[in-house]
């Protein structure tokens, strides 16, 4: 165990430092840019190392995973569910789920508002888009970005935070056009839902340096701190 400790605490300061370069070379704070580890699969063990490290924010993909763990770490980490969320498993990560990266359809943002009123509380989301159009992902089509924005500011009981994206798996200059784009859907969006609507969710181990320098303000890592999923 203290080699494991060491490694993770090791591999999440190298993470940082790249953070910090890219954030450095686009010109913007490092302050600004939230790590989220993923730590999907990963045992309790793991996620208590790294918070012993200093991590803050974890990424889940699955809500009986996120339920499980948010009963055992208790206060303090952030749990953020980035994974597909189903309507009728909406109810289980409430109050549990710092925030929801995965909003996907106008009916999913009824039933969050409609549980979350239910619960007197407000729920942090951002909002999926599938940015390349790729068959085997969720998300909002790009043209209709600024159709679900509208509907996610008339609900009272939502806070829409931003936009999420999973690209295509390509190297950094191939994939950063869909960064880009990410980005200017953002800008738009923004004239409706007003300066808090900020966060670009997009990067994640392979990729968040040059997400990072195409505007990422929250970037999911998981390899690079855990190590490869078995």
């Not at 969320?85 to 039933?111: C, F, M, P, W």
């Not at 007197?120 to 989301?125: D, F, L």
């Amino acid at each position: 165990m203290p080699d494991r400790a060491r490694q993770i605490a090791e591999n999440i300061e190298s993470v940082n430092n790249r953070i910090a370069g890219a954030a450095r070379r686009s010109g913007r704070n490092p302050k600004d840019i939230t790590l989220i580890a993923v730590s999907k699969t990963k045992p309790i063990q793991d996620i208590e190392l790294a918070i012993k490290a200093g991590q803050v924010d974890f990424g889940e993909n699955y809500v009986q995973e996120l339920v499980a763990k948010s009963k055992a770490l208790g206060v303090g980490p952030r749990l953020h569910m980035i994974g597909h969320l189903q309507r009728n498993k909406v109810k289980q990560v409430l109050g549990r789920a710092y925030s929801i990266h995965t909003l996907d359809s106008e009916k999913l943002a009824r039933e969050l508002d409609r549980r979350a009123s239910w619960n007197g509380i407000s729920v942090k989301v951002l909002i999926e888009v599938n940015i390349a159009s790729e068959e085997s992902k969720h998300g909002v089509d790009p043209g209709n970005v600024k159709k679900i924005v509208e509907s996610v500011c008339s609900l009272r009981h939502l806070e829409p935070m931003g936009l999420m994206a999973v690209p295509p798996f390509l190297p950094d200059e191939q994939v950063r056009p869909y960064f880009r784009q990410l980005r200017s859907l953002l800008e738009e969006a923004k004239k409706i839902a007003g300066p808090q609507f900020k966060e670009l969710s997009m990067g994640m181990s392979n990729d968040f340096e040059a997400a990072i320098e195409e505007g990422a303000t929250m970037v999911r890592v998981g390899t690079a701190i855990f190590g490869a999923r078995r």
